[in-house]
């Protein structure tokens, strides 16, 4: 007999209300990853045999220790689930679920997934009691009230132990991840007869619609094509609905009227049409949790790319936090664009639009860490140097900076048709 669990023990309220609410600057007591400190997250199917049910364990100095003023730490959340009919697949749709159920808690913030979660926790949700362990409360009560049908027993560790922490990034975290993107990796758009959407962010960008496919990922990066279908194996009534493709309209421009048709219904008529392979026209809409942002740099007859992480100027005088404004709440912005890190190196990135070619400027921190398939791709296209053509902060975050560099590089937009 499974137990609905209602009442979470938290000393702060829990509600998906709680779910847009953000924690600044000023009202933050403790902080984790957000490109401050290593923070990660992870989903893992365990034997029965391994799992102690309601076994929550935080191990590392808790927030606490911190001092009166709070300060900033690293953070693992690992939830191990067993039960008979648990999968390996199912791991990372619970594992994005993480997001959602801890943006639940009440003065507690949750952006990104897998290796770049950021979390704060708030004055008010310290002073009222609120410690490591309660997120191991909530992770444990919602994973068996949402998956109850696939989780016998849960149980959550948390680490804040620096060490620790990074250790078992490189060990354990970093190979699932890694593993989880090879299978993926062999699947084309081509290659498949349906396309998922998903609706899951609707609960805060009402007319945001998610085509995911097997060559490009949601925008939160954390909904592959393999994750949305897993999700509607578990709840074909859920979030996920599959897209049976039928007649393509435009290959190049990535049109189906499949996906319109779903796009038009799942929107409520606020969009009624969407190309999934250009930023230029009809473009896939951005709720707000996108990864990065693309936009047009007119002077460089290319765009570029910001991360989520990246605080500084770009070279198109806006930060990652204002361009996020004017591109997010589910709209469609031409020539702007939310999108995943992964789909920064698929080759239906900008199909249309001239692809990876195109992009001329990103922080240094997402390029290295996109560093060795940026390589690759740059081969496949021919340019044995690409990597090194695109420019970044360090080049400059000003127009002028920039085409300087792109000149002296010879970066191929500079010479490709124009992008209006
Ligand atoms: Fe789903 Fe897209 Fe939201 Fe990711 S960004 S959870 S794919 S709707
Ligand atoms: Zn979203």
Redesign the pocket.
Known sequence: IKIKITEIPIPVGFAPAFEGERVRKDEMFAEFGGGRTTAWELVRKRDLSEVEDHKIEVIGPDIDTLGPDGGKLPLAIIVDVAGKNMEEDFEPVME?RIHYFVNYIEGVMHIGQRDIAWVRISKSAYEAGFRLKHIGEVLYAKMLDEFGNIADKVQVTIITDKEQVEKLLNEVARPKYEARDARLAGLTDESVDTFYS????QSFAPA?V?I?TPERL???G??SWLDAKATYELNPTG?CQPIVKGECLDEVKGSWESINKRVAEQSHGATTKVNIYTIMEDPMTS?G?FECICGIMPEANGVIIVNREYHGMTPLGMTFGELASTTGGGVQTPGFMGHGRQFITSKKFLYADGGLKRVVWMPKELKEALKDKLIERGKEMGIENFYDMIADEEVGTDPDSVVEFLTKVGHPALSMDPMF
Do not use: D, I, K, S
């Open positions: 994005r998903c609706l899951l962010c945001h998610c995911v949601g925008l939160c954390a909904v979030p709720c949790c």
